[in-house]
């Protein structure tokens, strides 16, 4: 199997039967194989297309290759699914970040709340997320999505919840043992297409004040069973039984 690389560039702008140098990362990966001129590689920009390319010249730092054939793919979920997820602490949010691209999530939004234990302002969270969307993009070519997961800006969750439309057709799930409807009930509302957002808090759930600012922005308690979940497992645990559940 040819391996799959990421590329920032748009494809679409060089086209078929065009000559082109690899991106840094993606001619890393290229020499790290060994591949040599006439090997095929497999690229995607996030376009949700992928390119057949055969390899033209390999330089001491550059790769060059050239596009053969173009393929449209659809291994998106049929649902566009948002974890909103209030970081955990000791590097877990990779796991969460790899995981919930291989099982078809859109996009992570990072939060912290009252309760968090990890807490980025400034470069140091710019940092973070650029590292986490480095993450996706490694979980996209390993997996076989053509639109890697994309990793919003870091944000409390006041200001994020603040941000949100009081009305969008869309389904808001919280996860919660409080007052909560079982996850199965809420996903046979959510139509297929349908965009549904999905907050998760931290260890120790997130605050009375905090779930009830999260309702009042529409979002509905959803509960995943009898047993308390840690905070990097229960995004996972929700993301795959909808992911699975589409067969």
């Known amino acids: 199997m040819a391996a799959r690389l990421y590329v920032e560039q748009p494809l679409d702008a060089v086209g078929l039967d065009a000559e082109f140098v690899l991106p840094p990362g993606a001619a890393r990966h290229v020499q790290v194989l060994r591949l040599q001129p006439g090997d095929e590689v497999t690229l995607f920009d996030g376009s949700g297309d992928e390119w057949t390319a055969a390899v033209a010249a390999m330089g001491r730092s550059d790769v060059r290759v050239v596009l053969t054939s173009r393929q449209p793919v659809d291994r998106e979920m049929r649902r566009a699914v948002t974890l909103a997820v209030v970081m955990p602490a000791n590097d877990r949010m990779d796991g969460i970040v790899e995981k919930a691209c291989e099982l078809g999530a859109v ?48 944000k409390t969750l006041s200001q994020w919840l603040a941000e949100l439309p009081a009305e969008a057709d869309e389904q808001r799930w919280l996860l919660s043992p409080v007052a909560a409807q079982p996850l199965a009930a809420l996903a046979t509302a959510a139509t297929d297409g349908q965009r549904v957002t999905v907050l998760s808090g931290p260890e120790g759930g997130l605050s009375e004040a905090e779930e009830q600012s999260a309702r009042s922005r529409g979002f509905r308690a959803a509960k995943l069973g009898p047993r308390i979940l840690r905070a990097d497992t229960a995004p996972l645990a929700a993301l795959g039984w909808l992911a699975l559940g589409e067969g």
Do not use: N, Y
Not at 123 to 141: L, N, S
């Open 107 to 154: 996009a992570i939004q990072p939060l912290m709340s009252e309760r968090s234990v990890l807490r980025l302002t400034g470069d140091r969270a710019e940092k973070k997320r650029a590292h986490w969307q480095g993450v996706a993009i490694a979980a996209a070519e390993q997996c076989g999505r053509a639109k890697p997961l994309q990793v919003a800006a870091v």
